[in-house]
DNA sequence: CGCTATGTTGATCCATATCAATAAGTGTGG
DNA sequence: CCACACTTATTGATATGGATCAACATAGCG
């Protein structure tokens, strides 16, 4: 593996504060690997064989059931992905899937138990990562519950607007898997974005302006127990 | 606190596996209260100063927001409750209430996060306990986004079937709280349990009958993925 | 025993899904 | 480089799941 990606990975903050010589024997077993888009990196049901750490890329996260389909979340570099599922050695809740041309490191989840049980840092940078994680998906279930999908949308763009810093930004994914994100088919997607036109959001293609973010966040009222992501 | 109480925590998965002097440490700054029922525990937005224990009773996990509000889940003796508010020293994401006279034990969140610095056994205990709720909430993300309400009660039936190992059982909460619980009012979910009728679900009062539990479960489709709960 | 909260039922409304047709991209191979 | 195929996005028409409103019934509880 490149020293770059042994550098990127040892700063992600869950193997940041690990001895280095645990470090290094997660390294040894570890090895990297080039994906072309939508390549199935795991099935949900699956053993989880390996923790994934995403170098550069991105990875759909998505649940089926009875013929339906979901996408629960997007993962972008530099973090890693299944981390739950790896160190309980239970069956993926999600199935992950490529989106473009990725980069992956994968790690044999065997390996990270074994450090996991003698690393006290470790585990404790893991505590942290899953308290993060599973604060995320109750915001999510809070966000699906208490929301109806136009007010989801004009809370997710007042998201991304503060993730680009500015009023005008592009989606970061196709529409199709936007709407499934947000819980909505693709044909009430399109209605909604019309449906924000008068609070000021103009779209074009997946170019977003947002002209009047007053009268949007009016409509949307924002609310950091939900959308502050990492908060 | 009895000797008693000091064995049922020390049970649990969580406390189990760290030094004697650790938990003592914990112990000695816990303190028990009795609440009478609609007792607020915390409010969202709350910074967590204590991680709760249940030891009897039970308590009422919800959020709210502009004006509406939602059930997220129900805590039962004997486990704890906002660990991960506590251990990231963020805010409460979800507000709590005592649901009947409950027993409850308040640790200071101080001494957790202390506890949780010098314990390593500690500290994987947490992991395992946090990746369970978080694959718990992934679960019921995939029950909210794939299955229609009707779906959603079908499968609550069949686990309250499950772990009362009978055909038939009491409903464990109010209607208007499981209808809050599934996503739906409670007018809906009257209609919604007159709907199983066809696939042999009695209902009398909060006492169910599951008359035909092949007919239930071929509309139902349980699937581990999604109602095996502590899988 | 009444008071109050919960549950049911009916009528209606609304949000969202579905179905269908078209348009607009996007990628591929000739 | 273009033509074709295929996927995605949009728009309209319609259907339906679920919410809301209202009336009434029921059941705990003081």
Redesign the pocket.
């Known amino acids: 593996m490149p020293e770059s990606h042994r550098d990127d990975i040892r700063n992600l903050a869950l193997f940041s504060d690990m001895a280095e010589e645990n470090f290094e024997a997660l390294m040894r077993g570890a090895y990297v690997q080039n994906f072309p888009p939508r390549v199935d990196l795991a099935v949900e049901g699956d053993t989880p064989d390996f923790l994934h750490i995403i170098l550069s890329g991105s990875v759909d996260l998505f649940s089926s059931w009875n013929g339906r389909e979901t996408s629960m979340a997007t993962v972008r570099p530099v973090s890693t992905f299944i981390l739950a599922a790896s160190i309980n050695d239970a069956p993926y809740l999600m199935s992950a899937r490529t989106l473009e041309k990725s980069r992956i490191v994968l790690l044999p989840s065997q390996d990270v138990r074994d450090v996991f049980m003698k690393d006290g840092d470790f585990a404790r940078a893991i505590v942290t990562e899953l308290a993060q994680c599973y604060r995320s998906v109750i915001k999510n279930t809070k966000d699906l519950k208490l929301r109806?999908?136009?007010e989801r949308l004009a809370n997710y763009l007042l998201r991304q607007k503060n993730r680009s810093g500015s009023l005008e930004f592009d989606l970061v994914m196709?529409?199709?898997r936007l709407a499934s994100f947000l819980?909505?088919?693709?044909?009430?997607?399109?209605?909604a974005?019309?449906g924000l036109e008068p609070y000021g959001v103009k779209?074009q293609?997946?170019h977003i302006v947002i002209t009047d973010l007053d009268d949007l966040a009016r409509f949307a009222r924002p609310n950091p127990l939900i959308d502050d992501h990492h908060a």
């Open positions: 109806t999908s136009l196709e529409k199709r819980g909505m088919t693709p044909e009430n997607l399109s209605r974005f019309k779209v293609g997946n």
